[in-house]
């Protein structure tokens, strides 16, 4: 059974750096695309960028300048970096898995909220 | 950007009655391959988004086939045959042609 288990920090400061890692259970990590979405209730959903398990990433143009996706095949989990964060950057964050081909987004998460407060 | 545009925003149904949702797009989702890139998503109260349908037409593992996909270019459209209790939630299209966008999504409610 395929399993997606996201954990990270829910508090952050104006200006730190958001980290979220996404485990994946049941399932080669190879062949498929790693993905990040966030949704808040300003922007809806909005995705965030996505790797390969050989390490090419892709990111939205909006968010590219501060994000970084990672992965660790050894240890099936890739990680989800967002730095200088604002007010703006509250959302729920999800990982979920491409299928090869852009066959759709077909596993998820469980989200994580993330807030950042002063 | 591609930006994606759904209708109507609220969808009050009634169960055992047919119900439509419509997505469109400000260029086209077709591929030179021929594949639309369109996906269609349900986020149940509370829960994650699931995937119903890829490629514009293609149900996704486990959805009954009351649920349908259609569409090319820049119109798409989800029917549901029957309604039942359980299809409530929001359903949201996604383009993955360009990066991937969301519509704003539809809720769908029971009457």
Known sequence: QVQLQQWGAGLLKPSETLSLTCVVNGVSFNDFQWNWIRQSPEKGLEWIGEIKHRGSAKYNPSLQSRVSISVDASKNQFTLKLRSVTAADTAVYYCARGRPGDWGLDYWGQGSLVAVSS | ?111
């Not at chain 2, 109507?8 to 009655?17: A, H, I, K, N, R």
């Not at chain 2, 988004?49 to 086939?65: K, M, T, Y």
């Not at chain 2, 969301?102 to 009457?111: A, D, L, R, S, Y």
Request: proline residues 6%; contains cysteine; hydrophobic residues 30%.
């Open chain 2, 1 to 111: 950007d591609i930006v994606m545009t759904q209708s109507p925003l609220s969808l009050p149904v009634t169960p055992g009655e047919p119900a439509s949702i419509s997505c469109r797009s400000n260029q086209s989702l077709q591929h030179s391959n021929g594949y639309n890139y369109l996906d269609w998503y349900l986020q149940k109260p509370g829960q994650s988004p699931q995937l119903l349908i890829f490629l514009a037409s293609n149900r996704a593992s486990g959805v009954p086939d009351r649920i349908s996909g259609s569409g090319s270019g820049t119109d798409f459209t989800l029917k549901i045959s029957r309604v039942e209790a359980d299809d409530v939630g929001v359903y949201y299209c996604m383009q993955a042609l360009q990066a991937r966008t969301f519509g704003q999504g539809t809720k769908v409610e029971i009457k």
